[in-house]
């Protein structure tokens, strides 16, 4: 598959895959075509799994730390990729007093 179509699967910006291709940093074996075009080989092992990770600042902020995730594996879910584990945390954020 062309090189733009796989960077918009994998949510990078096509731009950032062609200077990664230059780089010859790509994850995945590509190969230029004397035209110019590059074409993407995916691999076998491409299974398109992700995990999903959202973050809040305070420990009233659960509900919102479980919308997060809900939200981020039902997109995962659209895009066809395969969640294969999902976290939350909860970090310290500002404080309402300070010195």
């Known amino acids: 598959m062309k090189l ?13 895959a062609y200077r990664w291709s230059h780089a010859g940093a790509l994850p995945v074996p590509a190969r230029q075509l004397a035209s ?11 299974a398109g799994e992700v995990a999903v990770y959202a973050r809040g600042s305070s420990a009233d902020q659960r ?13 995962a879910t659209t ?9 939350s945390r909860r970090g310290s954020g500002p404080r309402s007093v300070r010195r």
């Open 4 to 16: 733009s179509k796989w960077a918009r699967q994998v949510g990078l910006h096509p731009r950032t």
């Open 36 to 46: 110019g075009t590059i074409l993407v080989e995916p691999t076998s092992s491409d």
């Open 63 to 75: 509900s919102d730390l479980d919308r997060q995730v809900a939200r981020l594996a039902a997109d």
């Open 79 to 87: 895009r066809g990729l395969i969640q294969s584990r999902a976290s």
